[in-house]
């Protein structure tokens, strides 16, 4: 992509229809307006941009693999300060001269690329680089602390995450520029590089923001000498509530986690705020993605140290888990700061490391010969030496209790229909070379010798059997709903380009597709790729396709509507044996997509929580299922897309449930 002008970069916008939403009246708008700078200060920032362009655009058309590894460490600073001055999101004035620092360090870095050198990739101490998302292929930063002992020749380095706090103020500029999330406060750990994740701004490090994360992580490991085995995670405030996160749903990654602050659930979580949610049944079970609570069976093999100040209500999130814990039969180390409230004191800063400089010396514990795994979606369906591969019902408590015995491996499973076993993993704790009997639900095969490949089991007449599952279109990993789970992997936006009949539908789609686009840059801070119907070809079927209108306005929607399991016409939406009239009703579903069944089709909806969730990160979590119709007479709103009138989740085979 050629950078171009920002008179024809604008206009562009306005023809394709994404420049006059309006934000909703009475909802605080996040991030907010940025203040007016001067129309000298904002010219002298464009000169700088297109001057800065034009060496990118250098470096763009080099072909060497140096450059191009490199170049996202140049491309975030031309964004940082793209989306500050095109967006309007200065929040304070001293962020110009800050904006003009970002664009001479940038292009300070563009200009020694194009001469093959990198002197950044060697630097000490704190710096920022980055990468080039799958999601959406926007650049996006990290920042790093690099100590002076290391070098890429010699020992690995444990490395160390540090999730940051919440702050609505933290666009790309104030990120690369004001500390890059650091936290100064925290002594640095031996032979440590510190990670600070963006999370693609202020959603909790959830969605894309998780994402982020997994990326940044594989960045930083192809780019430094990292110890695999000596992972840490931590963090403060919003970035407490990301450190339980990451524990319960990736336990077997680290070797200690710092959670700090922050929330580990919603609903108990917004009572300090004495605000009651009153979710409805499906609402219920999607809570169940990010709730800690739920999954604190996976911690049992994960040194946890929570931190909180003996006045901060945010104490909430330790006490919580400290009780799901104990229900499992785990204890919490907990350090409490003394007279201070949502802050470190040096003293409990100093404990916490000191606690985890131990874990350090100690390494991480080997795979477990006894795991309690819990989960509810195949989304989190991993730890250790167990997968879990496909559930009797989504969204039901789903467990795994195994426990190995000299060559035996016993699983007592609950809402589980098929699973497999890693043998890289086993290898710890049986000796592959020896028969081993694996005892699932009572049911016993003994293998003469465990392959290298992981061994599978499914559930066949109610008894478990050897192999996998008869191939077909299921519900499996990175690939079972809801709606949200289209946006953490690459999609394509579909626009219609044809006019649908029902005239507040079409109104509604078209806006609905806008809004999307907007908050999509607002809240994940990436542009969605945006193609018209006409326009898309099969090399865009690897992609997720959200796809807005219906079988009039839109091509793709036509070429499939009838290998859909809900079906709409100009008069009716046929879900089973129900009918919704066209006119003032709408369907959005998440679905696999006829012309690939490998990736989702996503009808009239981008991610699922809006306006209301962006006040409160806890409340970020999906608001709809795998398929909902939506009564349009009532307008969009800061929650819903109007009133949802019926929804609910398809089946295991992706079956519309009776």
Known sequence: MRFI??????????QLGFAQQKD????????????QISDKEEQELMLGLEAFAKTIDQLKIKEDQFTQDLLPDVLIYYKAVDYAVR?????????????RTLLQEGQQRAK?????KAPWTTQKGEVVRGYISKIDGSAQPYGLSIPENYSPNGAKFNLTLWFHGRSEYLSEVNFIANGKGFFPLMPAMKNTIMLYPYGRYCNGFKFAGEVDVLEAMEAVKKQYSINEKGIFNRGFSMGGAAVWHFAVHYPDWWIAANPGAGFAETTDFLLLDKEVLHPNWYEKKLLHLYDC?????????LPIVAYNGDKDQQKQAADVMERAMKAEGLSLTRVVGTNIGHAYTPVAAKTVDSL???EAVKGKRPAPKKLHFTTYTLKYNKMYWLTVDALKEHWERTRVDGAITGQTIALKTANVTALSLDPSVLSAVVDLKKPVMINIDGTAVTIKQLAKSPLNFHLENA???????????????????????????????????????????DQWSKSELERFVIQWRRQFRGEPIVKNDVDITGADLSANLVVFGDEESNMVIREINNRLPIKRDSKQIYVGDSTYSSKNHALVMIYPNPLNPKKYLVLNSGFTFREEAFLNNAKQIPMLPDWAIIDLDTPPGAVYPGKVIRAGFFGEQWELKK
Do not use: C
Not at 5 to 14: C, E
Not at 293 to 301: E, F, Q, R
């Open 5 to 14: 002008s920002y008179s024809i970069l604008l206009l562009l916008f306005a």
């Open 463 to 505: 008894q478990w059997m050897i192999g996998s599952a008869k191939p077909g279109l299921v519900k499996k990993h990175d690939f079972q709903g809801p709606v949200d789970d289209a946006f953490m992997s690459a999609f394509i936006v579909v626009r219609p380009t044809g006019k649908s009949k029902n005239l507040l539908f």
């Open 356 to 358: 985890l400089e131990i």
């Open 293 to 301: 609570t739920d999954d604190a069976s996976n911690l049992s093999n």
């Open 24 to 35: 909703l009246p009475g909802v605080r708008r996040i991030p907010a307006e940025g203040v």
């Open 87 to 99: 967006y309007h999101e200065f929040f304070h004035l001293p962020e110009v001269a800050l904006a």
């Open 112 to 116: 020694d690329l194009l001469e093959g």
